[in-house]
């Protein structure tokens, strides 16, 4: 037969040899491990052992605890040579290069080698026969009483039988449940992801085998978890599934909304579950990417037709557009209406608040002041008309110039008037019989 590799794995007393034929290896606690250890300083999974064309090669998995190579820190992948001693928390795994294909493995529970069955014979050939009836002899000389004799003899048999039958009785029931757990749990793992139930009947089978060996406890420990695990990803995938229904229910009345802060809610509700159903790996991430896709549509096309300028801009256009840096001819009336229309627009939209009806306000009252401080102005220019006889040019003057100055009234904090611009200039007007 052609040599393989060994990896003969030692911890508290005891040794287990594996067969390294090519191939992958992992080596930690999980239970789908290929080479499985009880090591409390093991991660689930340790380490791996490559065997292939090129040699042995072994690298750390980015355990907890960290791997050690003939007692140094294992940081990157390097090669196995005959004699090379991994170290992982208190186990030893000493690799093996030349072994012939028999010695797959040393014996585990119930299992022996032919130097042990050896042993065991050489035992039998001690025990008193015709050949050693010496032994019975010199009791006898001694003064020993027969029944002390026979009882001796009788004890060393039944200890020598008792041995035999434990040697050559083949696999105990403790190995054969072992190696059932084994390949139940191999199987679930791999039926998990997508038939849990299963996985989850085939772990449940492996846990009642455990429950019967004390040994298996700490199997049994890990098997729960993973029940617990699958259990969980099912619980949130029905989860997601009644929130991705009720999302297609409100889908259609979305879509024809011209509520623009609902419409966003929704589209940030859609995102959101994208992130989290993707994460569970459901079936329906590519509908609900079409639908966030449809959504975002609306929102940028309801954006488009009504969405207001924001406050600062609304500012500069308003100035801009009625002309308010120049008192001559800005239209202060048309400003305030401009400002109010604006307020209507954000209140339609469900896009008001606190802080903009305060910024519109103050806005307000600075169109009022530039309407006092042009009215000012206006006032000396027409006290000078009259008083050089101009009275009826000023007064024509003042007509005109009136409806640039309606509504304007300075206000204060609390919104009480304390100057109206566009009463004075009324009081003036019938002052002048206008």
């Not at 699958?230 to 011209?258: C, H, M, Y």
């Not at 209507?344 to 530039?370: H, N, S, T, Y």
Request: hydrophobic share 40%.
């Amino acid at each position: 037969m052609s040599p393989v590799p060994i990896l003969a794995v030692r911890a508290e007393g005891r040794e287990e040899r594996f067969a390294l034929k090519p191939g992958v290896f992992t080596v930690g606690r999980a239970l789908e491990c290929e080479v499985r250890i009880r090591d409390l300083k093991s991660s689930r999974r340790h380490c791996r052992i490559t065997i292939d064309g090129k040699g042995a090669h072994v690298v750390d998995l980015g355990s907890g605890n960290g791997t050690r190579l003939n007692g140094n820190p294992l940081d990157r992948e390097e090669p196995l040579r005959n004699g090379d001693c991994i170290e992982i928390g208190t186990t030893t795994l000493l690799f093996v290069a030349g072994a012939e294909d028999t010695a797959t493995r040393f014996p585990g529970v119930g299992e022996v080698t032919s130097a042990e069955k050896s042993a065991a014979l050489k035992a039998t050939s001690r025990l008193p026969t015709s050949k050693s009836r010496r032994y019975v002899e010199e009791a006898g000389r001694r003064g020993v009483p027969p029944l002390a004799v026979f009882v001796g003899v009788t004890v060393a048999l039944g200890a020598t039988v008792v041995t035999l039958v434990l040697l050559f009785q083949g696999p105990s029931r403790l190995q054969l449940d072992r190696e059932e757990v084994t390949r139940l749990v191999t199987e679930a793992a791999k039926e998990a992801p997508t038939n849990p139930d299963a996985a989850i009947a085939k772990y449940r089978h492996a846990l009642a085998l455990c429950e019967k060996h004390r040994e298996l406890g700490t199997t049994a420990a890990s098997i729960r978890a993973s029940i617990s695990d699958i259990e969980g990803t099912r619980t949130r995938k029905n989860q997601a599934a009644e929130e991705w229904r009720r999302a297609r229910e409100r889908l259609p009345g979305v879509l024809a909304s011209t509520d623009r802060a609902a419409i966003k809610e929704f589209l940030d509700d859609l995102q959101r579950m994208l992130e989290s159903h993707r994460a569970l790996g459901v079936p329906w991430t590519g509908e609900l990417e079409k639908a966030i896709e449809r959504v975002d549509e609306r929102r940028r096309k309801i954006g488009d037709d009504i969405d207001p300028i924001p406050f600062s801009k609304a500012k500069s256009k308003i100035v801009r557009d009625f002309t308010l840096d120049d008192p001559a001819s800005a239209d202060y009336a048309g400003a305030l209406k401009a400002w109010d229309a604006y307020i209507e627009k954000l209140i339609a939209l469900r896009l008001f608040d606190p802080a903009v009806r305060d910024q519109v306000a103050e806005a307000k009252r600075d169109v009022a002041r530039r309407a006092a401080g042009a009215w000012d102005s206006l006032r000396k220019e027409i006290d000078a008309a009259v008083a050089e006889g101009r009275k009826e040019e000023a007064l024509a003057r003042l007509k005109q110039a009136l409806p640039r100055f309606e509504g304007c009234r300075i206000t204060d904090a609390s919104g009480a008037v304390t100057r109206d611009v566009e009463k004075e200039i009324r009081d003036r007007i019938a002052h002048m019989g206008g």
